[in-house]
Every structure is written in structure tokens, then in C-alpha cells.
Nanobody
């Protein structure tokens, strides 16, 4: 049974840091890419691709808004993908969800455009991140 479980969200002040974890099970992480998506508050369910990592070659993607502040990493021994979020801003507020996609199904443009939510296979339930003054 495929599972992705997020943790690490919370309430933080502007400029603070959080580390999100996406713990996976039920599939071979090495054959998949993992993406982090944000659903903005008060908006229709629409996931924004924030960051992603391919376990085939270690390639990563970051949305322009988070470059230089967020770092994605993976611990295959723990089947866990992390998203280190530094210098947080109010616009980072939202529900952060991780999802998987088989490496062979990646669109070649993902390194520039991010992952397409409709292409992802399985999703976690999300963790809330709130950045306040």
C-alpha cells in the first residue's frame, strides 16, 4: 500500500525556518520523483509546484519564489524526502503536500516548469504552514 505522510508544518514568524518531511512507503523510492506542492489559503484546490527531486539522477526543481530559501533533499535509508524552508515569508503560507511520480513518467520540462499536479500518482494529506508577522 503506497503511503506518503507529511510532517513538520506549523506556525512560524516571518524570517523563520521549518523542515518538512515526507515519509514514504509501499514503493521503491529510487524509481520515483517526489514533489512538494503548496495549496494557497482561501483558494480553490490548486496545487502549486514548489520543489521536486528525482531519485534517478538527483536532479532538483525549485519554483522561482523559493530559490535560495528552500532546499529539497532525500534520505533513501529512511525513505524520506525533506524540504528545508528558510527565511519564510507570508506568501509561503499554505498546505504543503508531497506526491510521487514514476521517473519514467516525468515530462522533460519538469526541471524548468516543475511537476504537473495532474501527472502525480499518489498524494499525502498535507501539512499546514503558516507564516505570520
Amino acid at each position: 500500500q503506497v503511503q506518503l505522510v507529511e510532517s513538520g508544518g506549523g506556525l512560524v514568524q516571518i524570517g523563520g525556518s521549518l523542515r518538512l518531511s515526507c515519509t514514504t512507503s509501499g514503493f521503491n523510492l529510487e524509481d520515483y520523483a517526489i514533489g512538494w506542492f503548496r495549496q494557497d489559503p482561501g483558494k480553490e484546490r490548486k496545487e502549486v509546484s514548489v520543489s521536486a527531486i528525482s531519485h534517478y539522477d538527483g536532479a532538483t526543481y525549485y519554483a522561482d519564489a523559493v530559490k535560495g530559501r528552500f532546499t529539497i533533499s532525500s534520505d533513501k535509508t529512511r525513505n524520506t524526502v525533506y524540504l528545508q524552508m528558510n527565511n519564510l515569508k507570508p506568501e509561503d503560507t499554505g498546505i504543503y503536500t508531497c506526491a510521487n511520480i514514476w521517473t519514467g513518467g516525468l515530462n522533460p520540462s519538469w526541471l524548468v516548469e516543475g511537476l504537473e499536479p495532474g501527472a502525480m500518482s499518489f498524494w499525502g494529506d498535507g501539512t499546514q504552514v503558516t507564516v505570520s508577522a
